[in-house]
C-alpha cells in the first residue's frame, strides 16, 4: 500500500519558519517526482513546489520562489518543504503528492490531475 504521510504543520507568526515533511511509503521512492500543494479555504489546490530526483533542482510557484526550499532525502524516503518568512497568504493544508518521473517534469508538475498519490493533508496557520 503507497502512503504519503505529510507532518510539520501548526500554527506561526509571519515571518516565522516551519518545516513540512512527506515520508514516503510502498513505492520504489528514486522513481518518482514528489510535489507540495496547498489548499487555502475557499481556493483551488495550487501547486507549490516540485523536486525531480534527489540530486535535481526545485521549481517553485513565484508566490514562495525565494522564501520556500524543497528537498528529498533518498535515503529516508522523505521529501522536506523548509517554508521561511511565511506570510498570512501562506496559510492553507499542504499536500505532498507523487507520481513516476517520467509523467512530472518542469512542464507539468503543477497539474493536479497528473498525481497517482496524494498525503493526507497538514494544516499551516500563519497569523499576522
Known amino acids: 500500500e503507497v502512503q504519503l504521510q505529510a507532518s510539520g504543520g501548526g500554527l506561526v507568526q509571519a515571518g516565522g519558519s516551519l518545516t513540512l515533511s512527506c515520508a514516503v511509503s510502498?513505492?520504489?521512492?528514486?522513481?518518482?517526482?514528489i510535489t507540495w500543494f496547498r489548499q487555502a479555504p475557499g481556493k483551488e489546490r495550487e501547486a507549490v513546489a516540485y523536486?525531480?530526483?534527489?540530486?535535481?533542482?526545485?521549481y517553485y510557484a513565484d508566490s514562495v520562489s525565494g522564501r520556500f526550499t524543497i528537498y528529498r532525502d533518498n535515503a529516508k524516503n522523505t521529501v522536506y518543504l523548509q517554508m521561511n518568512n511565511l506570510e498570512p497568504e501562506d496559510t492553507a493544508v499542504y499536500y505532498c503528492?507523487?507520481?513516476?518521473?517520467?509523467?512530472?517534469?518542469?512542464?507539468?508538475?503543477?497539474?493536479?490531475?497528473?498525481?497517482?498519490?496524494w498525503g493526507q493533508g497538514t494544516l499551516v496557520t500563519v497569523s499576522s
Open positions: 503528492a507523487a507520481s513516476p518521473i517520467y509523467i512530472i517534469g518542469p512542464y507539468v508538475w503543477k497539474r493536479r490531475n497528473e498525481y497517482n498519490y
Open positions: 510502498g513505492l520504489t521512492f528514486d522513481d518518482y517526482a
Open positions: 523536486v525531480p530526483t534527489n540530486a535535481g533542482r526545485g
